[in-house]
């Protein structure tokens, strides 16, 4: 069946520092990524995806690109700021196969000032 | 920006008493699901809903959940008798297909309480 892994956390960085979470996937077909963030108390807000492979998705900084030779859709970041201090979730879904999400156990970042 | 909206936001209640989650998903979106996070692991599917009726259900999704959309804009998640496992986040979400592909939007979550 479909799953993803993600790498574990928490992962502390300071402020400024490359940031990478890796996830990697398996999956029937051809799916969709994503990463999703949730900041402390909230919901799960979409950060970006990608819809085939070889896309990149992009957003606040944050980039990821969907590598079918690898199965793997690493979350990176050039300079991380305190703000981004959150719980990050990879997650996959197929659209042809009712479109629920399948999520990593998500990855704890926490960036010191 | 629409968005998806949960209440209440926190519900306590008595192991064996019925609960009702309330979601009110994105007004042009056709496809509504449910999820949950117990604390500190992974959001799980519980059940998918499209056109008046459950599209997919997980293993979770026993007997004692139901689902509805009585009305355009609510949809709600009951379990009819409630185990102190069933304490978790509950994340409503929706979102349409107007192009395909497109992404689902979540609600801020429901904290269930099971004393």
């Known amino acids: 069946g479909n799953s993803v892994t993600q790498m574990e956390g928490p992962v502390t960085l300071s402020e400024e520092a490359f940031l990478t979470i890796n996830c990697t996937y398996t999956?029937?077909?051809?799916?969709?990524l994503f990463w999703y963030v949730q900041y402390p108390g909230e919901g799960l807000q979409l950060l970006l995806k990608?819809?085939?492979?070889?896309d990149k998705g992009s957003n606040k900084g944050f980039e990821a690109t969907y590598r079918k030779e690898t199965t793997s859709f690493h979350l990176e970041k050039g300079s991380v700021q305190v703000s981004d201090s959150a719980v990050y979730f990879c997650?996959?879904?197929?659209?042809?196969?009712?479109?629920?999400?399948?999520f990593g156990q998500g990855t704890e970042l926490s960036v010191k000032p | 920006e629409p968005e998806v909206t949960q209440t209440p936001s926190h519900q306590v209640t008595q192991m064996g008493q019925e609960v009702i989650l309330r979601c009110v998903p994105i007004?042009?979106?056709?496809?509504f699901y449910w999820y949950r996070q117990i604390l500190g692991q992974k959001v799980e599917f519980l059940v998918s809903?499209?056109?008046?009726?459950?599209?997919?259900k997980s293993e979770i999704f026993d007997d004692q959940f139901s689902v509805e959309r009585p009305d355009g804009s609510n949809f709600t998640l009951k379990i009819r008798s409630t185990k102190l496992e069933d304490s978790a986040m509950y994340f409503c979400?929706?979102?349409?297909?107007?192009?395909?592909?497109?992404?689902?939007?979540f609600g801020d979550g429901t904290r269930l309480s099971i004393l």
């Open positions: 979400a929706s979102r349409s297909d107007s192009q395909g592909n497109q992404p689902q939007h």
């Open positions: 999956a029937t077909g051809y799916p969709s």
């Open positions: 990608a819809t085939k492979a070889d």
């Open positions: 997650a996959l879904t197929n659209y042809n196969q009712g479109g629920k999400l399948i």
């Open positions: 007004s042009n979106h056709l496809y």
């Open positions: 809903f499209y056109n008046n009726e459950i599209s997919e």
